[in-house]
């Protein structure tokens, strides 16, 4: 039996894009087609094959093409797009929505006409505006167009926590819901030590410190970076969801899903429990959350309307 290797396209060569497609090729989740404007052509030809340079070296087995050609991506798996701004410092991701829906609707439509069967990952901020306009413009079931915040949200959160108690990072869970900006509501009562509710390991106040820089997370990172944003942790969350989409794993994975109805929520894409395999969204999970997270979540939700509004 012959087992054909998957074909992943990541969409923007810049520093999410480039970083998602080396950790991609690293893992041997398939060849990957790395895509950027044609003035960026060039570029995005001498990172791909910097990166295949290496894999002599590290002893992958995956192709790693880069091209401003949308034939290129043809019969994607799955297709990453990472196209578009990054926020400096002093800005809010909410400030880049005009460009770069402009960008998601010219690549999604290229995306879409090349691949109709793929499953799309956003992660272009506003991430949950985004993923709606890659929604509406592929015309994709909402299974298979998906949004990035919440594995990375709560890999921050798990980050500090393991800090916070000298632990391994492997044994610290989180749980981040709503939209990925600062209302986030990253849910303490869902997050566990080693199977140890953390509300029994960390005082009160800290946990209410690290739920606040969890949500500060982005910006923490801009900040310190100066001119961009965020993307080995970034690429990292993409590189888990497509991994468990490819080898259809059925992970427990918070996803930017379309809401028809769950959450009381319609008409809206936002972050939530979900399960992923090889359809994509498999299953949105609903949690049962208290008033006062009911109360944060809302608000979250409001930001992400707030935003969606300004869609054209
Ligand atoms: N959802 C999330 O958790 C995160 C979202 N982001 C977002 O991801 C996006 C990308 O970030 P970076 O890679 O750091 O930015 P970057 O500026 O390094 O790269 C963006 C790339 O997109 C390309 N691009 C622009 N228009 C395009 C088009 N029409 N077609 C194809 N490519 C195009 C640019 O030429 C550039 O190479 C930003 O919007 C950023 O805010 C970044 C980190 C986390
Ligand atoms: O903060 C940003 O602009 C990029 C991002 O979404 C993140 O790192 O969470």
Redesign the pocket.
Known sequence: MTMKRKKISVIGSGFTGATTAFFLAQKELGDVVLVDIPQMESPTKGKALDMLEAAPVQGFDANITGTSNYEDTKDSDIVIITAGI??KPG?S?DD?VQTNQKIMKMVTAEVAKYSPNTIIIV?T?P?DAMTYTAYKESGFPKERVIGQ?GV??SA?FRTFVAQELNMSVKDITGFVLGG?GDDMVPLVRYSHAGGIPLETLIPKERLAEIVDRTRK???E??NLLGNG???Y??AASLVEMAEAILKDQRRVLPSIAFLEGEYGLHGIYLGVPTILGAGGIEKIIELDLTEAEKVELNKSVESVKKVMKILA
């Open positions: 990054a926020r800005m991701r880049l992660l901020n991430v915040s990375l949200d921050r990925h997370g982005g910006a990172i801009v944003s965020a993307y942790a970034p």
